[in-house]
């Protein structure tokens, strides 16, 4: 393309598009260009002429894919007996996609691999034929009570196995991205060699919908991340009928991904297209036939296909070959193509590149179900579709085998040509895949001085925001773990006090800085390095949130342990991305999850969408999440301690932690003797007053009930003890799950007087241990939508101010005596 080989030629276009810019104006000129740029013509990036040379034993290969396909349907269809369902069509669609990755590309030691979620009954198959799971195991397909496998990928369900979780659609091409920038993250900062590491996403075309699945296109091309691949499986078809009914999904995610800076590869007609394609006008016809008729034809006759696409164009072929080749001569279906187009994109250096490879939904699996709206609502095969289908796949399955009611499993023996392939194959592609290790490697606790700082308290007001950003850069200091911390923000740094941190632990970028920064000159200026350690993302809750997950389970994807803590608006975490933190959980990541500005009354001025109270309510519902709700300093020093020895230490548990911080600056009290128990456990005794009634509180709402507690003890002269309630959620699973006397009630035996709760959040939040309280309890919380003002005219009007906190007491103590 550096050559002009024809500069008349060259010359006759730019004349015509000045022409159009005198004419029209310099933006019709430039939208022409943009269109030209953005689409090219509707056959395959990688012509028949210039494909490599396939290095796998077809014949073998085929017979491969075979297997996989009958015990993949077999399977689901089995389960269906028992009205288990499954998902047929999506693996029959994307079976060869599958394969030629299995057999040459996915590399076991250092790729990674986020499979379509509904096409998980493939990839049991092909490791039923690799001998990793049984018979027994695939009968139990969605029985998991039983020990069975899971329905999708679920790495917390098979721990072993799988590696990523990509069932919730969207997440897994948004994981993809930040999974492949982490790569480059670690390798950057030299914590490991990552260099030889691929990241490969299959998703669907109906997927790319989803807001998330192209969120982070920009970004992969912006980084360069040729160590990333999307395969959008193109068959035109979503849940209920096609993608792009009335248009072509093809040439619009080509415009989309090309747009955004990424290599597009074309892999759509299979061999057969060739000589057709010869034809101008069927090339342009084909692409300007919308989707919805593409699939008619599909499941069309010859002579249907004859008279509504090929009308006018002369054609060497029966009306049997046409309704041959037009339904089902895809390149998606032929190993070669698939070949050529995964080598193409490994070879594309400087960017991310996708392959868009069309195929036909339902493929191999008989008239009844190829190219159906319903095909996904299907989810079993009659004995005769059975017999059918294995006269197809040419596998040697007899009559007699399928006059039963459930179709066989289908093994060649562990010492057939068959299964000796698929074993070498994988052994020099470095083992299994999907697979998951984990070789635990604890960390080494810190140095206690940073915990000390917090436990000494402090007079000067410092909200529990700012305490927490402290003790972190104190412990990324240390010299063990220092560098293993990555401090993840949504573009707020400032927000949270995190600009200290700018000068010294830097912000990554594989670009290094090549800009002077307008605040060079200031102590605390922004700073950007190829080895910088803090992930500032920008404005996006759901790119951190990636990010996150990357770090999080970089202990099992890369043998190497790090310690993310991702700080953001509380209101914009578990409310805007609670999706992807239970993908976290099942993924199985450990870290720290920092609500900042917690609370809905801490934010003054800030109003409805700003105003948290109820996330805490939302982390308790995640059996993985450990949630938190600190009043003080050393609170938060005890907290992160035990997260870091409970995550990184010798149990290495695979949970994580939700700590609310406010900014709301207070004076910190010292820690009291003996109640680090009690705030891992959830509550203590914070402050003893005379014992007539017990407050208890949660995060800031501590402040309110001290103040309370002074004005009954000044006003009325009743006296209340004051607890702090660190975490509501553990203590509700404390007793849920206890044998003896649950940790709640240990703590209040022998407390006199009536219960009254208060928090910064909804009163849903500490009525989670209500049941357990054997007192009369008063629940107050921040019930409703939260509203600007100043913070004092706000917990006014939620009723948890100081003289509300009073008024509830003074009425439980009367109830409670009669009065």
């Given at each position: 393309m550096e050559t002009d080989w024809d500069p008349q030629e060259t010359a006759?276009?730019?004349?015509?598009?000045?022409?159009?810019?005198?004419?029209?104006?310099?933006?019709?000129?430039?939208?022409?260009?943009?269109?030209?740029?953005?689409?090219?013509?509707?056959?395959?990036?990688?012509?028949?002429?210039?494909?490599?040379?396939?290095?796998?034993?077809?014949?073998?290969?085929?017979?491969?894919?075979?297997?996989?396909?009958?015990?993949?349907?077999?399977?689901?269809?089995?389960?269906?007996?028992?009205?288990?369902?499954?998902?047929?069509?999506t693996y029959a669609s994307a079976a060869w996609l599958y394969e030629v990755g299995f057999n040459h590309f996915f590399n076991g030691e250092h790729d990674q691999v986020y499979f379509q979620g509904h096409a998980s009954p493939g990839i049991y198959a092909r490791a039923f034929l690799e001998g990793r799971l049984s018979e027994e195991r695939l009968d139990l397909f969605r029985r998991e009570p039983d020990g069975g496998l899971p329905s999708y990928p679920h790495p917390r369900a098979m721990p072993g196995f799988w590696q990523f979780p990509t069932v919730s659609m969207g997440l897994g091409p948004l994981n993809a991205v930040y999974q492949a920038r982490f790569n480059r993250y670690l390798l950057n900062r030299g914590i490991k060699d990552t260099s030889t590491s691929h990241v490969w996403a299959f998703l669907g075309d109906g997927e790319m919908d989803e807001p998330e699945a192209t969120a982070a296109l920009t970004l992969a091309a912006r980084e360069g991340l040729d160590n990333l691949t999307f395969v959008i499986n193109c068959n035109l078809q979503r849940l209920d009928g096609p993608v792009r009914g009335n248009t072509r999904i093809v040439q619009e995610l080509e415009g989309v991904f090309r747009g955004a800076g990424w290599n597009v590869v074309k892999a759509l007609w299979g061999r057969d297209w060739d000589p057709l394609l010869q034809n101008?006008?069927?090339?342009?016809?084909?692409?300007?036939?919308?989707?919805?008729?593409?699939?008619?034809?599909?499941?069309?006759?010859?002579?249907?296909?004859?008279?509504?696409?090929?009308?006018?164009?002369?054609?060497?072929?029966?009306?049997?070959?046409?309704?041959?080749?037009?339904?089902?001569?895809?390149?998606?279906?032929?190993?070669?193509?698939?070949?050529?187009?995964?080598?193409?994109?490994?070879?594309?250096?400087?960017?991310?590149?996708?392959?868009?490879?069309?195929?036909?939904?339902?493929?191999?699996?008989?008239a009844g179900v190829e190219a159906r709206n319903a095909n996904h609502q299907m989810k079993k095969l009659s004995q005769d579709e059975f017999r059918d289908l294995r006269d197809r796949l040419g596998l040697p399955i007899s009559d007699a085998a399928l006059d039963g009611d459930l179709p066989p499993y289908a093994h060649p023996g562990p010492d057939s040509p068959e299964a000796r392939y698929v074993a070498e194959r994988r052994a020099a592609l470095g083992g299994p895949v999907p697979s998951r290790k984990v070789s635990h490697h604890p960390l080494a606790a810190?140095?206690?001085?940073?915990?000390?700082?917090?436990?000494?308290?402090?007079?000067?007001?410092?909200?529990?925001?700012?305490?927490?950003?402290?003790?972190?850069?104190?412990?990324?200091?240390?010299?063990?773990?220092?560098?293993?911390?990555?401090?993840?923000?949504?573009?707020?740094?400032?927000?949270?006090?995190?600009?200290?941190?700018?000068?010294?632990?830097?912000?990554?970028?594989?670009?290094?800085?090549?800009?002077?920064?307008?605040?060079?000159?200031?102590?605390?200026?922004?700073?950007?390095?190829?080895?910088?350690?803090?992930?500032?993302?920008?404005?996006?809750?759901?790119?951190?949130?990636?990010?996150?997950?990357?770090?999080?389970?970089?202990?099992?994807?890369?043998?190497?342990?790090?310690?993310?803590?991702?700080?953001?608006?509380?209101?914009?975490?578990?409310?805007?991305?609670?999706?992807?933190?239970?993908?976290?959980?099942?993924?199985?990541?450990?870290?720290?999850?920092?609500?900042?500005?917690?609370?809905?009354t801490t934010?003054?001025?800030?109003?409805?969408?700003?105003?948290?109270?109820?996330?805490?309510?939302?982390?308790?519902?995640?059996?993985?999440?450990?949630?938190?709700?600190?009043?003080?300093?050393?609170?938060?020093?005890?907290?992160?301690?035990?997260?870091?020895?409970?995550?990184?230490?010798?149990?290495?548990?695979?949970?994580?932690?939700?700590?609310?911080?406010?900014?709301?600056?207070?004076?910190?009290?010292?820690?009291?003797?003996?109640?680090?128990?009690?705030?891992?456990?959830?509550?203590?005794?914070?402050?003893?007053?005379?014992?007539?009634?017990?407050l208890l509180a949660s995060g800031t709402a501590i402040h309110w009930a001290l103040a309370a507690q002074e004005l009954l003890r000044e006003e009325y002269g009743i006296g209340v003890d004051v607890w702090s309630v660190t975490s509501w959620s553990e203590l509700r699973r404390d007793a849920m799950t206890a044998t003896g006397v649950p940790y709640v009630q240990e703590a209040l035996a022998g407390a006199r007087g009536p219960v009254i709760a208060v928090s910064d959040w909804m009163r849903a939040v500490p009525d989670q241990i209500a049941p357990w309280v054997r007192q009369p309890w008063t629940s107050l919380g921040t019930d409703g939508f939260g509203l600007s003002g100043t913070r004092e005219s706000v917990r006014e009007h939620f009723g948890v101010d100081p003289r509300s906190i009073a008024d509830a007491v003074l009425k439980a103590v009367q109830e409670e005596s009669g009065a």
């Open positions: 006759e276009w730019l004349e015509s598009l000045e022409a159009v810019r005198r004419e029209a104006g310099p933006d019709r000129a430039e939208f022409l260009l943009r269109r030209l740029a953005t689409s090219s013509r509707y056959v395959n990036t990688v012509p028949t002429d210039d494909e490599p040379d396939y290095p796998g034993d077809l014949e073998l290969e085929e017979r491969v894919a075979a297997y996989d396909r009958w015990n993949a349907a077999a399977m689901i269809t089995r389960g269906s007996k028992l009205g288990l369902g499954g998902h047929l069509s101008d006008e069927l090339v342009a016809r084909l692409s300007e036939t919308p989707d919805g008729q593409f699939q008619t034809f599909a499941a069309s006759s010859g002579g249907y296909i004859r008279e509504k696409l090929f009308h006018g164009i002369e054609v060497p072929h029966s009306d049997e070959e046409l309704r041959r080749i037009v339904g089902g001569s895809r390149a998606g279906h032929e190993p070669r193509k698939v070949y050529a187009a995964y080598r193409r994109a490994l070879d594309h250096q400087g960017g991310p590149t996708v392959i868009l490879v069309q195929t036909v939904k339902g493929w191999t699996l008989g810190p140095d206690a001085r940073p915990f000390d700082k917090l436990a000494k308290g402090s007079a000067q007001s410092v909200a529990t925001t700012m305490a927490f950003v402290r003790l972190v850069k104190d412990l990324m200091r240390e010299p063990e773990t220092g560098r293993r911390w990555v401090p993840i923000v949504p573009d707020e740094a400032r927000t949270f006090g995190m600009e200290s941190l700018f000068p010294s632990a830097k912000i990554y970028s594989p670009l290094g800085q090549r800009y002077e920064s307008v605040d060079r000159d200031l102590l605390l200026a922004y700073t950007e390095s190829t080895e910088g350690q803090i992930l500032l993302e920008g404005i996006t809750e759901a790119g951190s949130m990636a990010s996150f997950t990357a770090a999080a389970s970089s202990y099992a994807t890369h043998g190497e342990p790090m310690i993310p803590f991702y700080i953001f608006y509380s209101m914009f975490g578990w409310q805007r991305t609670g999706d992807q933190m239970w993908a976290l959980a099942d993924q199985l990541g450990r870290g720290f999850l920092v609500g900042a500005t917690a609370g809905r934010m003054t001025g800030e109003g409805l969408q700003h105003a948290d109270g109820h996330s805490q309510l939302i982390a308790s519902t995640n059996p993985a999440c450990l949630a938190y709700d600190p009043a003080f300093a050393y609170e938060v020093g005890v907290i992160v301690r035990d997260g870091l020895r409970r995550m990184y230490g010798e149990a290495g548990e695979d949970v994580f932690y939700y700590l609310t911080v406010y900014n709301e600056p207070k004076p910190q009290p010292a820690m009291p003797e003996g109640v680090e128990e009690g705030i891992v456990k959830g509550m203590y005794r914070f402050s003893e007053g005379g014992g007539q009634a017990q």
